[in-house]
Nanobody, 117 residues
Framework: VQLQASGGGLVQAGGSLRLSCAHS????????IGWYRQAPGEQRELVAS???????NYADSVKGRFTISRDNAQNTVSLQMNSLKPEDTAVYYC????????????WGQGTLVTVSS
């Protein structure tokens, strides 16, 4: 499985960004997908996830601001990030979990999001 994340960049506080993750090498529709982030000096954090059936879950810190969605026809997952805050600054990674796995086992290369105050 290969995951390619894109869409990161520099944005002012209050702005928006949309991250995308292209998934290949396996049957995308049966995988759960997650977006993690890691800020410098911080532990990695699961920001949002979506199951193969489209059930979503969000960290409390992003609820109401971030939206995860998937397009099984295009084998992509998106993370729409609105009302961005400086504390959202991090490298964002998309991850994939096959049906037989208890955790995310496939990782993309990460995309940097920087939110300026």
């Amino acid at each position: 499985v290969q995951l390619q994340a894109s869409g990161g960049g520099l944005v002012q506080a209050g702005g928006s960004l949309r991250l995308s993750c292209a998934h290949s090498g396996s049957i995308f529709s049966i995988h759960g997908i997650g977006w993690y982030r890691q800020a410098p000096g911080e532990q990695r954090e699961l920001v949002a996830s979506i199951t193969s059936r489209g059930v979503t879950n969000y960290a409390d810190s992003v609820k109401g601001r971030f939206t995860i969605s998937r397009d099984n026809a295009q084998n992509t997952v998106s993370l729409q990030m609105n009302s961005l805050k400086p504390e959202d600054t991090a490298v964002y990674y998309c991850t994939s979990k096959p049906p037989f796995a208890s955790d995310y086992i496939y990782w993309g290369q990460g995309t940097l999001v920087t939110v300026s105050s």
